[in-house]
């Protein structure tokens, strides 16, 4: 019999009022009863610990030794059984080139153990040490208008320079070499949420080799660029401009794709440094940031055990369905349960205003993300540091070491976790809808969005809103991912759309698939060059279909339908059939001229499946209607 997750958290309506656990675990249970689907992923087995952990990112080189142990009660009494040490911490490791000093890290280790915390250990590559960057500059960041970073932040580092990766992947093979058969050290996170790419020299060389691998020739590429356009034909790989943004889309393109492998690469050499040593039951992940668009996950998550998350709230207002979304994303990263490595207890220090969580939003985001397949939820941070950035960040104790506030409240959810963890074990969410999630389409909106206000992510939570609210249960993948188990996928706005992808969605129909396109899908190729077929190109055959004309939006149109009426707001396309069989499912009303009494939503079914376009970004109302008819 197989066990599920249940989003609990969302389950129990307004995001105001707690889930109530008692509650929680009858729905669990019963769909225990119901449920035949084979579960994905284990809930985190460690002796001495419960399978879901509560933890917190615990910097014990910024305190005297004296207080470690004061520390860690007070944690034990908050039942935390899970603390990340040792990311930032280089200088405190590797004082001087080539010498370490590991004494007080075995220290808090095991001082840990005796708590019955267990460890992940970061690697501290997100923070070099003023050695480093003063003896090797050519290690520091170069940024898209060549500026070079500087010391006293972090993430100043180059990620493609060899010397950089030379010595991290050092202070990585001595850390695990130290630790990696440590019983009490359960996993690695590599650095610190990836995030800004290098432009300097090192990177350049490294872009423009890699061009010269995907494509073989210039010629080649100068024919999948389209750069005749603006006489942009290039005679060398080397007169290629290593730039992000304002250039050749397919440029932008492969530069965010340059970047995904580089991280993936960055990721690899410090596994090559730490899996030789370590035990196979330690993990290795690295925590990411949510819907970061600066790399494709799926690529940087494709070397690495597990996925992990830093979930800070998005909006100055915790939005479930957002928040919830943004679980399901990384669970889809490696198909099965994932950590939450950050979250706030109660706010944090870098919005404008900084406005905590309500009181018993810390419990009911704690449970979210159980909800939604996490094993471990980590507070960042445990106490305050007394100088650095951040000062004012949420903490679960100050700087006195004392509790604050929200430590009663965690305090719970510790408690909690113990209680329900056995019942949790081995257990993921099952879903048989999907949304998919498409870095390349993402990225090319983003490059040219034509109407400002659309946010893929946005657009996308749109139709992951009342999907939600119906199925309780929803997959955000990959469109390469397998589809067979979904009954419904979803493709809010597949903007590029590669040919096998295209043959896997065609697959999925045949097959008794039901697959909706949303708005801007199927109009380019894998080169972010415009298909010569009218959007969905490869998919408007299936669908009977194509979009005649697209319009950015200044202010909502009229849709109406057999569904009902409503509005669409930013963008509109219009669609012609070509098919009998092709259904007008909702027309535009009277609105620009262009749009009048045009199709907006067409369906065409195909077997038992059906291929369904909605060319418009229709409101909530309209959407929930669509999504149940
Ligand atoms: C995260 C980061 C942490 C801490 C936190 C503050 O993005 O990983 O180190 O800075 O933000 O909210």
Redesign the pocket.
Known sequence: MTKIHVACAEKSGASKFLPDLFRCAALFLLLVLVSHAPALAQATQYPNVPPVLLGA?WYPEQWPESQWDTDLDRMAACHIHLVRVAEFAWSAMEPEEGKYDFAWLDHAIEKAARHHIVVVLGTPTAAPPAWLTTKYPETLRVDEDGKRAEHGNRQQFSFTDPKYRELARGVAEQMATRYGHNPNVVGWQLD??YADPDFGPSAQTQFHAWLQKKYGSIAELNGLWTTTYWSQTYDTFDEIPVRASKENPALELDWKHFVSDTWKSYSQNQIDGIRPYADPRQFVTT?T?GWFEGFDHYVVYSNLDIASW?D?IREPVYDPALNGATHDLDRGFKHKNFWVM?T?PAF???RKTNNPLDKGQIRETAWQAVGHGADAVEY??WRSALNGQ?QY?GTLVGPDGLPVPAYAEIQQVGAEFEKAGAALSGTTPHSQAAILENYDSRWAIDFQRHAAAFDPVEQLISFYRPLRQMTQAVDVIAPDAPLDEYKLVEAPALNLLSQAVARHLIDYVNHGGNLVLGPRSGMKDSYNALYTDRQPGPLAGLLGAHVEEYYALENPVPVSGEIGSGTSQVWAEFLTPSDAQTHVVMRYGPSNGWLDGQPAVVTRKVGKGSITYVGGWLDDGLMNKLTVS
Do not use: K, L, P, T
């Open positions: 990112a610190n949420e925590n940031m830093d800070y950050e706030e944090v220090n870098w960042w941070q951040e960040h």
